[in-house]
């Protein structure tokens, strides 16, 4: 698992962080509550995170780092979501993108990957439609405008729905806090948007196969960059 805090790779049984030294562990208290670290700020609260440090490489590396631990699972689950999305494209496409993200930070959470957390977007239904439909707008008028300030709009709301999943905030919200984050560096999350659009070309142009491995790549490396940029806010796994 990795360390809320600070993002440090650990043991799944570690009871404190090596890195930061903040407490780890989560579970049931003698007393039978559930624990949560005394610093840990409200569901759907945000702080605009300070000397954002785009690493592009380093967030595929991780987020390749964290598919390969459980490949095949990866791969059917890849295969799942492109399949439920082709059903109907953008309205099943939404949930199931913000459940990818759930998948993604519960395995950073407890080092397990559950099949199931894919579906728990759907809990998200609406405000990851309405940050699909939103976005996607805005993005398709910046591509019609010469190509480049379309990469700028998508790189702008890349943590739009790692956000709705992690803080349970509303799709506006969501979107600006994205964007609050994002235009402290354009330059650098234009190039990691682009070089992660460039990772699903390739997959595609590798008979299409190819996706099953870069389209869990491309949720793993944003979800990695959040947790970098924002920091993981959910303390035990999502539901």
């Not at 440090?53 to 991780?62: N, R, T």
């Not at 993604?104 to 759907?122: E, Q, S, Y």
């Not at 910046?142 to 709009?153: K, N, Q, R």
Request: neutral net charge; contains cysteine.
């Amino acid at each position: 698992m990795f360390c809320p805090f600070c993002g440090a790779q650990l043991s799944a049984d570690a009871k404190f962080c090596t890195a930061c030294g903040q407490t780890v562990g989560s579970g049931p208290s003698a007393a039978g509550e559930t624990y949560v670290p005394p610093a840990a700020a409200p569901v759907g609260s945000f702080v605009p995170p300070a000397n954002v440090d785009v690493q592009v490489g380093k967030w595929i590396s991780e987020g390749w780092s964290l598919i390969s631990q459980d490949l095949v699972m990866m791969i059917l689950v890849g295969v799942v979501f492109m399949l439920v999305s082709g059903i109907l494209p953008i309205v099943l496409q939404a949930p199931l993108t913000v459940g990818f993200h759930i998948l993604i930070i519960n395995k950073m959470l407890t080092g397990r990957l559950d099949f199931g957390d894919l579906f728990k977007g759907f809990n998200y239904f609406v405000p990851a439609l309405l940050a699909t439909l939103v976005s996607g707008l805005f993005i398709t008028l910046g591509m019609l405008a010469c190509i480049i300030p379309g990469l700028v709009l998508g790189a702008m709301y890349l943590f739009t729905m790692p956000l709705i999943a992690d803080r349970r905030m509303e799709f506006w919200p969501a979107m600006q806090a994205s964007h609050a984050a994002v235009k402290q560096n354009y330059l650098g999350f234009t190039f990691f948007f682009i070089a992660l659009l460039l990772l699903q070309i390739l997959g595609a142009l590798l008979c299409l196969v190819g996706l099953l491995v870069t389209v869990p790549l491309y949720y793993a490396a944003i979800t990695v960059a959040y947790r970098d940029v924002f920091g993981i806010q959910a303390r035990t796994p999502i539901q």
